[in-house]
C-alpha cells in the first residue's frame, strides 16, 4: 500500500506524476492542494525525486532520489523568511523568485518551493505571478496551500493543481498497524484523523484512548463536583491538541451512547470498540444530559479551531459538561 515513496492513498495522484514524469511537457508550477498531513509533501517529494532521478521514474537509488527524498538537493530551493523575520515579506519573495533564473547545480531541473502560498499577501502572489507567466525553462515552482479560495486566481491558472486525497479510516487504521500500532489505538486515531495521516500519527504519540475518553465523559456523572474535577483534570490537557482531540472524542462517544441506549446494539456504534466501557458508560450517563453534552463538545471544538486559551477551554468543557448531567 505504501511502496517506497511512504505515500498512502492518492493512487489517483500517484498515476498523475508518473504521467508527467514520464511525458516531455508538464507545466512549470505544479499546487498542492490539501491539508496538513493529507501527504502533500510527500506527494512534492516524490514529484521532485521523480523528475531529478538519474534512472527512471524515482529509482529511490541514485544520488539525486536519495537527496530529493531527504530534501537536501541543491536544485530544491525553499522559500523561507529574511533574517529576523517570522513571517515572509513581498521582498523576500522578489528575492526568492530570482533563483528561477540560476543554472541547476546537478540537476535537470530546478525546484522553487513555496509552504503556504495560500499565506501570502496580494502583493507577494503577484511578485510570484510575474515569473510564473514566463518562467525559464529548467524551473519548476512547487507550491503548497490549503485554502483555495486564498490563492490568487491568476496563480492557479497557471498551475497544474494536485487535489491531496482524503484518506479512507480502514487505510489509515492498516498504515498505523503495519507501523506497530497497538490495533485498538490504531482505530481510535483513524477515526479521528479526519482522513489525515499526519493528525492519526500525532494523535498515535498522544495518550489519549477510548478508555480515557470514557473516564472523561464518566466524570461528568459524579455528583461531587471536587472528585469529578479530580477525575476530570487527571487527564493530560496542556495543549489545544489535547482539549480538541479530547473533546471530539467526547463528540463520538456521546453519539455512540445515543446510538447504544436507542438501539442496544454494540456494533451499531462508531467510537468505541470496546463494549465493557460502552455499558459501564452507558449506565451512568442520562440521555438528555448526552444530548446537551454534543452541542457542549462540538462548542469546544470550533472554540479550540480558534485559538482560545488552553486553560479556559478546558475549564470551559469541564463546567459545562459537568452541567449537561448535574444541571
Ligand atoms: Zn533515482
Not at 528561477?100 to 509552504?115: D, P, Q, R, W
Not at 492498516?174 to 482505530?187: F, N, Q
Amino acid at each position: 500500500m505504501t511502496g517506497q515513496t511512504g505515500i498512502i492513498g492518492n493512487s489517483r495522484n500517484i498515476e498523475l506524476i508518473k504521467a508527467l514524469a514520464n511525458g516531455k511537457s508538464f507545466g512549470n508550477a505544479f499546487l498542492f492542494l490539501g491539508k496538513k498531513g493529507s501527504g502533500r509533501h510527500l506527494l512534492a517529494s516524490h514529484l521532485m525525486a521523480s523528475l531529478l532521478c538519474e534512472k527512471s521514474n524515482h529509482c529511490g537509488e541514485c544520488r539525486a532520489c536519495r537527496l530529493a527524498q531527504k530534501g537536501i538537493h541543491p536544485d530544491i530551493i525553499l522559500l523561507t523568511p529574511g533574517e529576523n523575520r517570522k513571517n515572509v515579506s513581498v521582498e523576500d519573495v522578489r528575492e526568492f523568485v530570482k533563483e528561477a533564473f540560476m543554472k541547476t547545480v546537478e540537476g535537470k531541473k530546478k525546484f522553487l518551493v513555496i509552504n503556504d502560498v495560500d499565506k501570502l499577501n496580494v502583493q507577494s502572489q503577484n511578485a510570484l505571478l510575474l515569473v510564473l507567466e514566463e518562467p525559464p525553462e529548467q524551473t519548476v515552482f512547487v507550491l503548497f496551500a490549503e485554502n483555495k479560495n486564498r490563492v490568487l486566481q491568476t496563480v492557479l491558472s497557471r498551475s497544474t493543481v494536485i487535489n491531496t486525497d482524503i484518506i479512507p479510516i480502514k487505510d489509515i487504521e492498516e498504515y498505523l498497524i503495519e507501523k506497530g500500532t497497538e490495533p485498538k489505538k490504531a482505530l481510535y486515531a483513524a477515526r479521528l484523523s479526519e482522513g489525515s495521516v499526519g493528525k492519526a500519527l500525532e494523535l498515535c504519540e498522544g495518550e489519549r484512548d477510548e478508555s480515557q475518553i470514557s473516564e472523561a465523559l464518566r466524570s461528568f456523572a459524579l455528583k461531587s463536583p471536587f472528585l469529578a474535577y479530580e477525575k476530570f483534570f487527571s487527564l493530560s490537557l496542556s495543549s489545544r491538541d489535547d482539549i480538541m482531540g479530547l473533546a471530539k472524542g467526547i463528540l463520538g462517544a456521546a453519539r455512540d451512547l445515543l446510538v447504544y441506549k436507542a438501539t442496544g446494539k454494540i456494533e451499531k456504534t462508531e467510537f468505541f470498540s470496546d463494549e465493557a466501557l460502552i455499558i459501564k458508560a452507558s449506565s451512568v450517563l442520562s440521555e438528555e444530559g448526552l444530548i446537551k453534552l454534543i452541542t457542549v463538545a462540538d462548542e469546544t471544538v470550533s472554540f479550540a479551531e480558534q485559538n482560545c486559551n488552553v486553560g479556559a477551554l478546558s475549564a470551559n468543557l469541564f463546567i459545562k459538561g459537568w452541567e449537561c448531567f448535574n444541571g
